[in-house]
Antibody, heavy 122, light 108 residues
Framework: QVQLVQSGAEMKKPGSLVKVSCKSSGGAFNNHFINWVRQAPGRGLEWMGA????????KDAHNFGGRVSITTDESAGTVYMELRSLRRDDAAVYYC???????????????WGQGTLVTVSS | EVVLTQSPGTLSLSPGERATLSCRASQSVNSNYLAWYQQKPGQAPRLLIYGTSNRATGVPDRFSGSGSGTDFTLTISRVEREDCAVFYCQQCSSAQVTFGQGTKLEIK
């Protein structure tokens, strides 16, 4: 059973960037899209983008004005999400989530990381 | 962008009652790309239903999904106390994923 393990909580200043990692404990991501979803305190879910690790194909959410980069280090079995020009309203729990079917985007996210809390404060 | 509107905002039911959660899309959605999630406090979301009506692994058969076009429904045939959570629908269209705002299910 694949488990997604994310990096720890981060505290950042407005205007800076944060980079969160997501590692597959069960080995490679096996041709599944890995998505990033965030949840501000007391709010709903917001999709940020996705990557298919073995190919590097990315899907970008239109809402973030190019502030998000999703990359992969397949040799390390790790996907990264970088969010730049942080604002106070970027404070949220950030999740990585694996797509259900290989090479199929957004069919359903069946495996989720534990979440990474990002705090933005001066 | 496809906007998903869920109703009701909050649903309060007694154990054994039937729960009907609605998800309405601002434009027609490919039913292959309509999913439902359950999220309990402090936990990551859990996939319940994918492709409108397919239960994910380990999901009890009291959960079912249906719908097409712009109207989709998650039904819990007989709610149990452990079903207390927020439920989200999700869709993908033109490589953009959106979620509904959620329905909170309270068990009396």
């Amino acid at each position: 059973q694949v488990q997604l393990v994310q990096s720890g909580a981060e505290m950042k200043k407005p205007g800076s960037l944060v980079k969160v990692s997501c590692k597959s404990s069960g080995g490679a991501f096996n041709n599944h899209f890995i998505n990033w979803v965030r949840q501000a305190p007391g709010r709903g879910l917001e999709w940020m983008g996705a990557i298919l690790p073995f190919s590097g194909i990315t899907k970008d959410a239109h809402n973030f004005g190019g502030r998000v980069s999703i990359t992969t280090d397949e040799s390390a079995g790790t996907v990264y999400m970088e969010l730049r020009s942080l604002r106070r309203d970027d404070a949220a729990v950030y999740y990585c989530a694996r797509d259900l079917r290989q090479s199929t985007f957004a069919y359903g996210f069946d495996q989720w990381g534990q979440g990474t809390l990002v705090t933005v404060s001066s | 962008e496809v906007v998903l509107t869920q109703s009701p905002g909050t649903l309060s039911l007694s154990p054994g009652e039937r729960a009907t959660l609605s998800c309405r899309a601002s434009q027609s959605v490919n039913s292959n790309y309509l999913a439902w999630y359950q999220q309990k406090p402090g936990q990551a979301p859990r996939l319940l239903i994918y492709g409108t009506s397919n239960r994910a692994t380990g999901v009890p058969d009291r959960f079912s999904g249906s719908g097409s076009g712009t109207d989709f429904t998650l039904t819990i045939s007989r709610v149990e106390r452990e079903d207390c959570a927020v439920f989200y629908c999700q869709q993908c269209s033109s490589a953009q994923v959106t979620f509904g705002q959620g329905t909170k299910l309270e068990i009396k």
